[in-house]
């Protein structure tokens, strides 16, 4: 089993910026990909970015230049960096996680959500 804790979430006004992270604890695996997802309301739930573990990096059009996803494979934590943010940013922000828990066993963990808000 995987467990993982957001931070990061919170009010920021247009042009703002927060940081979220998202860790992930247990044993027995090894993570495949981890990322961020977001969920507005009356929407459906929508990939913001995310990074393999060998660091490759896929961004929404929406965001790109604007976040940065990073990750520290030591301390199994991915990051996001959200920069020049817009009230349509504002959603519940989720961690995902896809592991190997060996011989094949892939599972998809979700973090609890993180609420960021963006208005004046």
């Known amino acids: 089993q995987v467990q993982l804790v957001e931070s990061g979430g919170g009010l920021v006004q247009p042009g703002g910026s927060l940081r979220l992270s998202c860790a992930a604890s247990g044993s027995g695996f090894s993570i495949i990909r981890m990322g961020w997802y977001r969920q507005a309301p009356g929407k459906q739930r929508e990939l913001v970015a995310v990074?393999?573990?060998?660091?490759?990096?896929n961004y929404a059009d929406s965001v790109k230049g604007r976040f940065t996803i990073s990750r520290d494979n030591a301390k199994n934590t991915v990051y996001l960096q959200m920069n020049s943010l817009k009230p349509e940013d504002t959603a519940v922000y989720y961690c995902n996680v896809i592991v190997d828990h060996g011989s094949g066993h892939v599972r998809n963990y979700w973090g609890q959500g993180t609420q960021v808000t963006v208005s004046s």
């Open positions: 990074i393999s573990s060998g660091g490759s990096t």
